[in-house]
C-alpha cells in the first residue's frame, strides 16, 4: 500500500494500523494557503480490499493519523475524496453495481483515527474495487466559514494553496 503526504505539518507521523508499510513520503510542498488557513495538508493512500476487514456486508480500513489532533476534529475539517476516470469525487459517495445494489463509500473519523469503508446490501464486499484516495486535513479552520465548495477538490486545491 503506498501513501503519499504532502503538507505543513509533519510527516513522518502517518502508520497504517492495517499492517501496511509506508512506501513513500513527500516534504511539504512550500507556502501556506490564505491567512488563517495554517496547517493544511493533504494525504494521498491506497484503500485495498485486501487490507479490509470485512464484517458482513461492510468492509473497512483503519489508518493511524496522529495528525487528525483535537484542532480537526473540534474546530477542523477532514475532507475525502477519491479518484475516478481521472477526477477527485467527494465523499460520502453512492454508486451502483452492474446488478442494481447500491454501495456506499463512507469515511469517519477521531483524533487520531481515519477509517474508510464500503457498506452495501446484497454484493461480496471484497469483490468491490480498490480506490486511490486523497485526505484534506483542516487543522484549527472553520473551512465551512470560507464560502467555498468543500465538494470539489480543485476549488479547495486553490484556496488552500495545496500542490498535488
Not at 501496511?20 to 488557513?37: A, H, K, L, R
Not at 477521531?110 to 484534506?136: I, N, S
Amino acid at each position: 500500500m503506498k501513501i503519499y503526504t504532502t503538507g505543513l505539518l509533519s510527516l513522518a507521523l502517518i502508520s497504517m494500523a492495517a499492517g501496511c508499510m509506508i512506501d513513500e513520503t513527500v516534504g511539504p510542498t512550500g507556502p501556506q494557503g490564505p491567512p488563517g488557513n495554517a496547517n493544511v495538508f493533504t494525504l494521498n493512500f491506497d484503500f485495498l480490499m485486501a487490507d479490509a476487514a470485512i464484517n458482513g456486508n461492510v468492509a473497512s480500513v483503519q489508518y493511524d493519523v496522529p495528525d487528525i489532533t483535537t484542532g480537526v476534529v473540534d474546530e477542523g475539517a477532514l475532507l475525502l475524496f477519491f479518484r475516478d476516470q481521472g477526477t477527485w469525487t467527494a465523499m460520502p459517495y453512492t454508486f451502483y453495481t452492474d446488478g442494481g445494489d447500491a454501495v456506499s463509500m463512507g469515511f469517519g473519523y477521531e483524533v487520531g483515527l481515519l477509517e474508510v469503508f464500503y457498506e452495501t446490501a446484497f454484493t461480496d464486499p471484497a469483490l468491490l474495487p480498490d480506490r486511490e484516495m486523497k485526505a484534506v486535513i483542516i487543522d484549527g479552520f472553520s473551512a465551512f466559514k470560507a464560502g467555498i465548495d468543500l465538494k470539489d477538490y480543485e476549488v479547495v486545491a486553490r484556496y488552500f494553496n495545496l500542490q498535488n
